[in-house]
C-alpha cells in the first residue's frame, strides 16, 4: 500500500470511530427513555401510573389555560385598539363640524357678539372684536380684542388687566 491511501484510510477509520462514539452515546441515551417509559407500562402499581400520567395532564392543562388567557388578552387589546379607533375617527368628525359651523357662523354666535360688543362699549366706550377659531387640539378659542375706531386694527389695550375683568363684567350682563 502507498502511504497516501494508508493516511486515507487512517483518516477514514478514525471518522468512522467518531462517528462509532457519537451514535452509542445516542443508542444509550434512546435505551435509557425506553426503559423509562416502558417501567411505566409495565408497572404493577396502577397508582404510581396514575400518578405519573395525572402530573402530565396537569401541567397539560396548565399551559392550555396559559395560551387561552393569553389569547383572551390578544381579543381585550383588540378591542380596546378598535374603540380608540372609533373615538379618534368620531373627534374628527366633530372637529370638522366645529370648523364648518365656524366659517358658517351661527345667530346665537352672532347675537352674542353683538350683544357683548354693546355691553363692552357701554361700560369703557371703546369698540371690541370678538372671533372663535379652532386651536391645534381642535378645541375653540375665543380671542376678545379691544379696536381703535379710526384705524379699524387691533390695540394692545386689549391685552391688559382691567380690559379683562370689563370683558368679565359684561359677560356677566349677557347671562
Sequence with gaps: MTSEHKE???????????????????????NDERKSILSILKEEDTFAKFKAYQSEIINIEREIAEITSEIENIDVVKSIIEGIDKLKSDIETIIKNIQELIIKGNEDYKEIRLLFSKYLKEIINKSEIISISPNSN??????????????????????????????????????
Design 8 to 30: 486515507y484510510l487512517e483518516k477514514t477509520l478514525a471518522k468512522k470511530k467518531d462517528k462509532l462514539i457519537i451514535t452509542q452515546e445516542e443508542l444509550q441515551r434512546l
Design 138 to 175: 381642535g378645541n375653540l378659542e375665543l380671542e376678545a380684542n379691544l379696536i381703535d375706531e379710526k384705524t379699524r386694527a387691533r390695540t394692545s389695550q386689549g391685552k391688559g388687566n382691567s380690559y379683562k375683568k370689563s370683558c368679565v363684567f359684561a359677560l356677566t350682563w349677557l347671562f
